[in-house]
């Protein structure tokens, strides 16, 4: 776009962040709603952090991956979840750019961060299945911090990139972004500076932090389904399977969601599809992931139990003495 274009309009510093466009009753059933997932979404991932810190039975790089990952669950969703909440309640839709730039980076940093924290854990699970006699010296503690710090890292770093182009942009209108958190294409389409050096970038981060990570994931997968498969015994199968089954639904309702929001071109007529179906990967994966991921999990379910008779015995005493 020329230079004379977009000085004649004018330059926006704040957007509208659409979201859900309903009637003013069902605005506050939506807002019921995201606040009960909200909530337990904080409550699980909350207490699945709390165990796998205070539990040492859970100090294994397995429990530490799924601790990471609550972790970064906890961040996701507020990052979320906390505006949509505030903007469902006040009906304040307005966000600066800055904010909605803000907002950008931690969503996307995490995504990012997500996907290679998924890799690494079914790296993880295909060592301790496929080989399992070098599981100890494989994944040492070391190697276990490392691959989980590299992830946090690389992820943010990436987005940093990004983002210091981004704030070399102008924005120009309209100012109306549907959907219901700031999003990079939304985002974008609402530029007039020249953004070709900027998608390219975005276009080689999104292959090394979805496509590798994602490709990786599946090899881990396929070697071990192939071992599981392998194995003679009924029940040793249905053992090995039981774990990996679940981290297998976290990362196809993952990757699935992503790839049909992102790699299916948009026409308007799927874009409330879209909106869903964003629901799913920034609202659902953080509800449900802690829930498929440990609470099935025997050892975190005996943890659990570990801590709620420590806190009834500490209660008990405390009654006893006063
Ligand atoms: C995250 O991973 C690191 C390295 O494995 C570990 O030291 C740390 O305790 C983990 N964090 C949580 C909350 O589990």
């Known amino acids: 776009m020329a230079i004379t274009e977009w000085k004649n309009k004018t330059i926006i510093t704040e957007f509208i962040l659409l979201g859900f466009e309903t009637s003013p009753q069902f605005q506050i059933l939506l807002f019921l709603v995201f606040l009960s997932t909200y909530i337990i979404t904080m409550a699980g991932n909350i207490l699945l952090v709390v165990l796998v810190v205070a539990d040492r039975h859970l100090h294994r790089p397995m429990y530490y991956f799924l601790g990471n990952l609550s972790c970064l669950e906890i961040f996701y969703s507020s990052t979320i979840l906390l505006r949509m909440l505030a903007s469902l309640i006040t009906g304040d839709k307005r966000l600066s750019v800055s904010g909605c730039i803000v907002q950008f980076y931690f969503i996307a940093s995490l995504v990012c961060t997500e996907c290679y924290l998924l890799s690494v854990m079914s790296y993880d699970r295909y060592i301790a299945i496929c080989k399992p006699l070098h599981y100890a010296v494989l994944m040492q503690d070391g190697l276990c911090c490392q691959l989980a710090s590299l992830s946090w890292v690389s992820g943010f770093l990436a987005i940093a990139i990004i983002i210091a182009l981004m704030l070399q942009i102008t924005f ?29 970038v975005a276009l080689i981060c999104s292959f090394t932090f979805s496509m590798i990570p994602f490709v990786l994931t599946l090899i881990s997968y396929t070697y071990i389904v192939i071992t599981v498969l392998k194995i003679p015994s009924t029940s040793g199968r249905q053992k ?16 699935g969601t992503l790839i049909i929001v992102y790699m299916i071109p948009t026409s308007p007529s799927l874009k409330d599809m879209n909106k869903i179906f964003s629901l799913f990967y920034t609202v659902l994966t953080p509800l449900i992931n802690p829930l498929i991921y440990s609470f099935r999990n025997k050892e975190v379910k005996e943890s659990l139990q570990r801590l709620l008779r420590k806190y009834l015995s500490i209660v008990g005493k405390q009654r006893a003495t006063s």
């Open 172 to 200: 120009c209108g309209p100012n109306e972004i549907d959907s219901f958190f700031c999003d990079f294409e939304p985002l974008l389409s609402l530029s007039c500076s020249d953004i070709a050096l900027l998608k390219i």
């Open 240 to 255: 090995a399977f039981s774990t990996c089954s679940s981290h297998l639904i976290v990362v196809i309702l993952y990757y």
